[in-house]
T-cell receptor, first 108, second 113 residues
Framework: GIQVEQSPPDLILQEGANSTLRCNFS?????LQWFHQNPWGQLINLFY???GTKQNGRLSATTVATERYSLLYISSSQTTDSGVYFC??????????FGTGTSLTVIP | DSGVTQTPKHLITATGQRVTLRCSPR?????VYWYQQSLDQGLQFLIQ???????AKGNILERFSAQQFPDLHSELNLSSLELGDSALYFC????????????FGPGTRLTVL
C-alpha cells in the first residue's frame, strides 16, 4: 500500500491566525483531495488537487506530486474552521487512502 | 449538501445480526465508493463500483458485501456483526471510475451491542 501522513496531528489556533497543514505520501498518486470533517461528522470537499495550486476564499492548497506532498493553507481562521482535516489519495489499482488527519481547534 | 444520500442515519443492532446500508449517488455519477471510519482504524476504503460493476476492493471483510443496482444506488450488507464493526460508514460518488473528485454522503452510524 501507501503511507499517507499528516502533520501536525493537533493544532490549536486563536481566531484570525493562519496555519499550514501538511500531507506526505510515500508513493506516486493519481489523485489527491482535501476534506474537512465538521463536528457533526460530515466530510466536506475542500479541494481536488492532484497537482498545482488552487484557492477558494481563505483556503488554498498546493500539491507537489513529484515531491510527494500537499499543503493546505488556512488564513484568518474562524471558529467554524474547527474540525478534522483529511487528505485522501488515489493510488494504483483504484485504491483510496485517507491520511491520519489534523484536528484543528480555533478558539475565539 | 453533497447530493449523496445515505439511509439510515443511525442503526443499532446486536452481535451476530445482519444489516443493509443504502446509498444514492449524486445525479449523473456512475461510481460509488464505501468507506468505514472507526476510532482505531481511521477512514478505510472498502469497495468501489462503477456503473454496476465492482471496480476495486480495499479492506473489506468477507462478512461484508456490496452491490450497485441498475438505477446506480448501492447497498452495503454487513453480516455476522461483531462489536468491532461499530463505526461510521460513508458512501461517496463520483462521475467516472478513475481520477475523479469524490463527494461524500452524511454517513450511517452503526452501533453493534
Amino acid at each position: 500500500g501507501i503511507q499517507v501522513e499528516q502533520s501536525p496531528p493537533d493544532l490549536i489556533l486563536q481566531e484570525g491566525a493562519n496555519s499550514t497543514l501538511r500531507c506526505n505520501f510515500s508513493d506516486s498518486v493519481n489523485n489527491l483531495q482535501w476534506f474537512h470533517q465538521n463536528p457533526w461528522g460530515q466530510l466536506i470537499n475542500l479541494f481536488y488537487i492532484p497537482s498545482g495550486t488552487k484557492q477558494n476564499g481563505r483556503l488554498s492548497a498546493t500539491t507537489v506530486a513529484t515531491e510527494r506532498y500537499s499543503l493546505l493553507y488556512i488564513s484568518s481562521s474562524q471558529t467554524t474552521d474547527s474540525g478534522v482535516y483529511f487528505c485522501a489519495v488515489e493510488h494504483v489499482g483504484n485504491q483510496f487512502y485517507f491520511g491520519t488527519g489534523t484536528s484543528l481547534t480555533v478558539i475565539p | 449538501d453533497s447530493g449523496v444520500t445515505q439511509t439510515p442515519k443511525h442503526l443499532i443492532t446486536a452481535t451476530g445480526q445482519r444489516v443493509t446500508l443504502r446509498c444514492s449517488p449524486r445525479s449523473g455519477d456512475l461510481s460509488v465508493y464505501w468507506y468505514q471510519q472507526s476510532l482505531d482504524q481511521g477512514l478505510q476504503f472498502l469497495i468501489q463500483y462503477y456503473n454496476g460493476e465492482e471496480r476495486a476492493k480495499g479492506n473489506i471483510l468477507e462478512r461484508f458485501s456490496a452491490q450497485q443496482f441498475p438505477d446506480l444506488h448501492s447497498e452495503l450488507n454487513l453480516s455476522s456483526l461483531e462489536l468491532g464493526d461499530s463505526a461510521l460508514y460513508f458512501c461517496a460518488s463520483s462521475l467516472k471510475g478513475m481520477y475523479n473528485e469524490q463527494f461524500f454522503g452524511p454517513g450511517t452510524r452503526l452501533t453493534v451491542l
